[in-house]
Nanobody
Framework: QVQLVESGGGLVQAGGSLRLSCAAS????????MSWFRQGPGKEREFVAG????????NYADSVKGRFTISRDNDKNTVYLQMNSLKPEDTAVYYC??????????????????WGQGTQVTVSS
């Protein structure tokens, strides 16, 4: 069974940085695309960033382009989200997700089969 465990969330001031990690187990990690989503208070879950199986393709929401970077280490079965220049509106629970595609890095939640439990990121003004 696929398991995804996020870590690295916390409280940070606006302008600060955090790096989230998502450790995967239960299948061949390197064969599948991975993505990050977030859900802020009173909001729907939204796509943040995605990365294909061999790091050959990345995709970002417009709201985080230039500030966030997604990466993966296939030897460690881990995907990362480096978040810089954080804003209060980035406050949310952040989830990693994966499906059955090696390539899909888009925002359609229906194409993601497995989700982590989430990690809270709070950005104070």
């Amino acid at each position: 069974q696929v398991q995804l465990v996020e870590s690295g969330g916390g409280l940070v001031q606006a302008g600060g940085s955090l790096r989230l990690s998502c450790a995967a187990s239960g299948r061949t990690f390197s064969s599948y695309a991975m993505s990050w989503f977030r859900q802020g208070p009173g909001k729907e879950r939204e796509f943040v960033a995605g990365i294909s199986w061999r790091n050959s393709n990345t995709n970002y929401a417009d709201s985080v382009k230039g500030r966030f970077t997604i990466s993966r280490d296939n030897d460690k079965n881990t995907v990362y989200l480096q978040m810089n220049s954080l804003k209060p509106e980035d406050t949310a629970v952040y989830y990693c997700a994966t499906g059955t595609s090696s390539w899909y890095t888009g925002p359609s939640t229906s194409l993601y089969t497995y989700w982590g439990q989430g990690t809270q990121v709070t950005v104070s003004s």
